[in-house]
């Protein structure tokens, strides 16, 4: 989706002659607004980007802020549409009446652009520890297998040098004369 908002911009220079110009924003800089206005509201997990999208931060840990967020994005105003997961217990409409807000005062004190639809779809429901337990990637777990593997081989090198120090003693013990 490639819609640009377009803002006229009238500039007067030191010759109090204006010139014309535009101010548009591509969807990714409102998506980006509104990830991070909505990093912080209470119940609200995560935004969910879809399947392919969730595989991808299974893989590698990332910080994508956009997932989950669909801008459309006018002249002058702008469509959202949202994927969310919620912690289970919470109050969903007072959630999305959060979300509503920040996303219009944010996008709004940001761009000016006024913000007419925020569709919000729910599409998962977990408990914090549900969630927690689900935001280990791949990446997470081989770098805590290998972690795991170098303090093992680190264990069976102390064991291995303790060998080496005895069996050098008792080489020595038995090089020693028995009379002086």
């Given amino acids: 989706m490639e819609n640009k908002s377009i803002n006229p911009v009238n500039t007067t220079t030191?010759?109090?002659h204006i010139e014309r110009g535009e101010l548009t924003y591509e969807d990714k800089v409102i998506q980006k607004i509104?990830?991070?206005a909505l990093k912080d509201v209470d119940g609200l997990l995560t935004l969910d980007g879809g399947f392919f999208s969730n595989i991808a931060e299974k893989l590698v840990n990332t910080d994508n802020v956009t997932a989950g967020i669909n801008a459309e994005?006018?002249?002058k105003q702008v469509a959202v549409d949202l994927d969310v997961v919620v912690e289970y217990g919470k109050?969903?409409?007072?959630?999305?009446?959060q979300i509503k807000e920040l996303?219009?005062?944010e996008v709004n004190e940001m761009t000016h652009l006024d913000?007419?639809?925020v569709n919000v779809n729910v599409v998962d429901i977990k408990t914090?520890?549900?969630?927690?337990k689900d935001q280990e990637t791949v990446q997470d777990k081989v770098t805590g297998a290998a972690k795991s593997t170098g303090q093992f081989a680190s264990k069976q090198t102390d064991k291995a040098k303790a060998a080496v120090n005895k069996g050098t003693q008792k080489v020595k013990e038995n090089n020693e004369p028995r009379v002086q």
């Fill in 14 to 16: 030191e010759h109090n």
């Fill in 91 to 97: 109050d969903i409409e007072n959630i999305y009446d």
């Fill in 128 to 132: 914090q520890e549900e969630y927690e």
């Fill in 34 to 36: 509104i990830g991070y």
């Fill in 115 to 117: 913000v007419i639809e």
């Fill in 103 to 105: 996303i219009s005062t």
């Fill in 73 to 75: 994005v006018g002249k």
